[in-house]
């Protein structure tokens, strides 16, 4: 991960995912009676252009992988409409979202959980082409061309799961992702069950597909340096809202929000072994059944006043797309 930062793209219109007001409660129920609902995602808005990397970050627990997983319709959302083109699919039927499906891929942290142990290589990656109607022989041209693409050698091809390294199946798992020319890929957590040099490989390779392929990824993961490095933007989501957004400069630069303030006190200064002050988050935190009321971040906030706990903050632009909800940032 030696290469500079990258910058913001500029706004094209009209963006491939536009996210409006996206909600994603769990019901609990009890023998004896119903719970309040789990709200992972509870109103999440953001758009992102062809092309452009948006990273996802926030504690274990705040809704990241919700979220991510939603906008594929791999988990059903509550409420909410993700315009992918211009189309709502929030709400197609599952035979009308099927052409939408082969556009929007996804990578897993855990490749090994993720990939059927008991398939060849090239038939995991030949799986989404079969299921799509290719033929064997253009399939398996296209399987060739794909193991070359993300530097798996073609003896690979026979090889199972189980026979990669760590690194080699996550190569696999984006050969996968590929297969069927996507326009976007959710990336949950990618690299973080990776050595750090062969995070690096990866993030790289992410890098060189999207130059090369102009792919759009959603980048999850909790690591801040690793979404520094990959992203155009950043959203820090709390509680299931995200509380800051904007471009990586900004957040990383001058993050407004007293919460991304605190995840960033944490991670070492680039090129230094320096920190600014640490900024201690008060507790764990809360219950997504049963978050705090008006600002859900003020019972660990240092900044937090009597007010905080009547009015909800919304998110707003502080200037130049780079949107806080904070009443007194
Ligand atoms: P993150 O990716 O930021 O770690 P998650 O999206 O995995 O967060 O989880 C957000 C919240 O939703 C957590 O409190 C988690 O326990 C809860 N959650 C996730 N999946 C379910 C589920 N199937 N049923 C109930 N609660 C869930």
């Known amino acids: 991960m030696n290469r500079p930062a990258i910058t913001a793209l500029p706004t094209t219109t009209p963006p491939l995912l536009d996210v409006r007001n996206l909600v994603k409660h769990y019901p609990t129920r009890t023998f004896w009676r119903d719970s309040p609902p789990v709200k992972a995602v509870d109103g999440v808005s953001f758009s992102l252009a062809e092309g452009e990397t948006l990273g996802l970050v926030g504690e274990s627990g705040c809704g990241k992988s919700t979220a991510a997983k939603t906008l594929l319709r791999l988990i059903e959302p509550t409420s909410g409409e993700i315009f992918f083109a211009g189309t709502d699919i929030a709400k197609l039927s599952p035979h009308s ?55 798996l050698n073609p003896d690979a091809l026979r090889k199972y799961p189980h026979e990669f390294s760590g690194g080699q199946r996550q190569r696999l798992g984006i050969a996968r992702a590929l297969a069927l020319n996507p326009k976007l890929i959710v990336c949950d957590e990618p690299v973080s069950a990776l050595d750090v040099s062969i995070q690096a490989q990866v993030i790289n390779l992410l890098e060189d597909l ?73 507790g764990d935190l809360p219950s997504p059944a049963n978050p705090p009321s008006g600002c859900t971040f003020r019972t660990r906030c240092q900044q937090a006043r009597p007010e905080c706990a009547e009015r909800s903050p919304q998110l707003t632009d502080n200037g130049a797309q780079h949107l806080v909800s904070c009443h007194f940032a």
Do not use: C
Not at 220 to 247: F, P, Q
């Open 97 to 151: 979202f099927r052409p939408y499906r082969r556009e929007m891929q996804i990578v897993f942290q855990d490749p090994y959980a993720s990939l059927n142990p008991r398939m060849r290589a090239r038939d995991i990656v030949a799986e989404p082409l079969r299921n799509f109607g290719w033929d064997n022989r253009h399939g398996g041209e296209r399987v060739a061309d794909l193991f070359h693409r993300v530097g």
């Open 210 to 282: 999207q130059a090369d392929l102009g792919l759009s990824y959603i980048f999850v993961a909790h690591d801040l340096a690793v979404v520094r490095h990959i992203s155009h933007r950043v959203a820090v989501m709390y509680l299931g809202r995200i509380v800051e957004i904007g471009t990586a400069g900004a957040i990383y630069g001058d993050p407004k929000h007293p919460y991304t303030r605190a995840l960033l006190s944490a991670v070492p200064k680039i090129g230094t072994n320096r920190r600014s002050e640490r900024i201690l988050l008060k």
